[in-house]
Structure formats: structure tokens, C-alpha cells
């Protein structure tokens, strides 16, 4: 993070007038970017701060029925990720087969930084602010919530910003495979806010494939590490590094804990929660009057 500049310096660009430029200035979105990382880590910090102070606000109280809010809120959260990876995915293809090649893709800033890809790659990182408000629902509807989720965002939110302002080349996979994998996530979310029930083994595969996502990201670091120590180029610093490093192992922990114990260990709480709220079918026949006889 840059220091207090002195009163003669410009003032950063606004995010209006970064996502209005045409062509894309990436430049220009690193300056915005950085003039807000503090604001990244002030906001965090009220956001924890926020959650837990509605949370025992909403102690004895009833949770608040806000299914319409919800279900928009998962719907523009499910389109601007299905955009996001339709077009980040024609820019890694682009960079892979197009460009410089696989490993470059990850090593080196190119085209995947510029014009619309370039665009919707800024966007990413500031919408990161806006997906705290995943939480704020869960809060005030009184589910659980558990140190995963709210870690998550915090950590998510601070590697993006800090990230895009260092030149991080391998972003461009971390941000196509995130945009990939939250196109369904929230596409299950509006689902369930609709109370459209899904089974439980997609909510099993969707975990699955968010584990997947972070470990195909710690693949890509430890090339990127070991080209890093033999003098190779790698368009990253070794903060940004260091921080996704640590911040994707602990994501397969945290990640891979909450699976064991939703889906394996003792029968998968989520499947035994989905045997419980589904009727056996001699059940369903008995209350409709249609009980067979071997």
C-alpha cells in the first residue's frame, strides 16, 4: 500500500470512470484499486464487526422474511458470475492457445488484463466488497454461520485488491475459476431462495468443485514458486504471493473439513437432514390413501 501522496498529486480515478474507458485503462484500474485497498481493510473489519453485532441483535427475535430480497440478490450475484466466467474463459483460451502459452498465462501479465476481459478481471476484485452482503442475509434470517464463511470473505476480499495492484499474473486463473464455480453457486442460491430443492449431491459436487478450484490454484502457485526461486519470471511480489499461498491452503483445510462432516462422516449431516425431511414412500402412499399390499 502506497503512502499519503502530496497535495499536488492527481486524485485516483473513479470506478465509473475506469469501467467507462474505452479501451480499458488497466493502469488506470491499479491506481482506483490501490486508493482503496485501506478501505478493503476498514470495511472488513466493520463487516465483522456488523455480523456479529446483528447476530446478537437477532437473538430474540424473529428471523426476518426477506425471500424476494434474497432471491435478486442471488440473481444479479448468478448473472454478473456467468458473465464473468463466459468472458474470462474466451480470455484464458485466448492467452493459452492464442498467446504466449499455458504457463505464461499464469507467469506473465498479458492480454487477459486488457480491454473486456481486462474490465470484467477489475470487476472481480471490487465486487468482492459487495458479496459481504452474502452474509448480512444469513444474519438476519438467522441461519448459521460459521468461521468458513465469514473468513472466507475477508481473506477473498484483501488478496483481490492487494493483488490486481501488484500485476499478479496468475489471477487470471484464480478469477476465471472463481467466476466459474460462483456462476453455480449462486445460481443454486436463487434456486433455493425460490425453494426450488435440489438434492443433496449437488450441493455435495458444488463443493467438490470449489475445493477443486483451490487446488488447481496451489498447482499453479507451486510452479509459479519454483520458477520464482530459479530466477524465472513470475508477474506477481512475494507478498501477494506468500498471502494466496497461505490463504488457498487455508481454504482446502476449512473447505475440506466442512465436507467431511456434511457429506462423510456419519452418513453426511446433509444427507441425513434430506432422509429426514423426505417422506419414505409407503409414507407418501398411507397420506394419499394409495397404500399397497405385497
Request: aromatic content about 16%; proline content about 6%.
Given at each position: 500500500?502506497?503512502?499519503?501522496?502530496?497535495?499536488?498529486?492527481?486524485?485516483?480515478?473513479?470506478?465509473?470512470?475506469?469501467?467507462?474507458?474505452?479501451?480499458?485503462?488497466?493502469?488506470?484500474?491499479?491506481?482506483?484499486?490501490?486508493s482503496v485497498q485501506w478501505a478493503g481493510i476498514w470495511v472488513a473489519t466493520l463487516y465483522v464487526i456488523a455480523i456479529f453485532g446483528i447476530q446478537w441483535f437477532m437473538k430474540e427475535r424473529k428471523p426476518l422474511q426477506i425471500s424476494l430480497s434474497l432471491q435478486l440478490w442471488n440473481?444479479?450475484?448468478?448473472?454478473?458470475?456467468?458473465?464473468?466466467?463466459?468472458v474470462t474463459s474466451y480470455g484464458l483460451i485466448r492467452e493459452i492457445f492464442f498467446g504466449d502459452g499455458l504457463v505464461a498465462s499464469y507467469t506473465k501479465i498479458g492480454s487477459f488484463f486488457e480491454g473486456t476481459v481486462g474490465l470484467w478481471t477489475f470487476w472481480f476484485c471490487i465486487s468482492k466488497f459487495a458479496e459481504l452482503g452474502d452474509t448480512i442475509f444469513i444474519v438476519l434470517r438467522k441461519r448459521p454461520l460459521i468461521f468458513l464463511h465469514w473468513?472466507?470473505?475477508?481473506?477473498?476480499?484483501?488478496?483481490g485488491l492487494m493483488s490486481y495492484v501488484d500485476n499478479t499474473a496468475f489471477n487470471s486463473w484464480i478469477v476465471w475459476l472463481n467466476f466459474s464455480v460462483h456462476a453455480v453457486m449462486y445460481s443454486y442460491y436463487f434456486l433455493a431462495a425460490c425453494k426450488i430443492r435440489l438434492p443433496a449431491w449437488f450441493a455435495q459436487c458444488l463443493t467438490s468443485a470449489q475445493i477443486t478450484q483451490f487446488l488447481i490454484t496451489l498447482a499453479i502457485l507451486a510452479h509459479a514458486g519454483i520458477r520464482m526461486v530459479n530466477g524465472l519470471r513470475v508477474d506477481t511480489t512475494v507478498t501477494s504471493y506468500l498471502y494466496c499461498l497461505?490463504?488457498?491452503?487455508?481454504?482446502?483445510?476449512?473447505?475440506g473439513n466442512f465436507f467431511y462432516h456434511s457429506y462423510i462422516r456419519g452418513g453426511g449431516k446433509k444427507f441425513n437432514r434430506e432422509k429426514a425431511k423426505k417422506p419414505t414412500e409407503e409414507q407418501h402412499s398411507m397420506k394419499n390413501g394409495t397404500t399397497k399390499m405385497d
Open positions: 500500500m502506497s503512502t499519503a501522496t502530496s497535495s499536488n498529486s492527481p486524485s485516483p480515478p473513479s470506478f465509473l470512470s475506469v469501467s467507462l474507458s474505452q479501451p480499458f485503462d488497466f493502469q488506470a484500474a491499479k491506481v482506483y484499486t490501490e440473481a444479479w450475484l448468478a448473472l454478473f458470475s456467468i458473465m464473468g466466467s463466459i473468513y472466507h470473505h475477508v481473506a477473498t476480499l484483501n488478496y497461505l490463504m488457498e491452503i487455508s481454504y482446502v483445510a476449512l473447505f
